[in-house]
């Protein structure tokens, strides 16, 4: 049932100043609850172990 699913939500935040872009914020909302608030390059960071520890699953699954 689709009601049980997890829901995930991002809310990007950009910050300027008078040279341009500041910073990038990106808020993780699960279930409507704040999870992690974190820098762009955090963030990128965590996508990067999160491709990490998804293919190494596949990996698994398939026997590589």
Not at 45 to 64: P, Q, W
């Amino acid at each position: 049932m689709d009601d049980d699913k997890t829901s995930f939500n991002v809310q990007k935040t950009a910050y300027y100043n008078e040279k341009g872009l500041f910073i990038e914020e990106y808020q993780i909302f699960m279930n409507g609850r704040d999870s992690i608030m974190c820098p762009r390059e955090d963030f990128e960071r965590l996508y990067k172990i999160m491709g990490i520890a998804l293919s190494d699953r596949k990996e698994t699954e398939h026997g590589n």
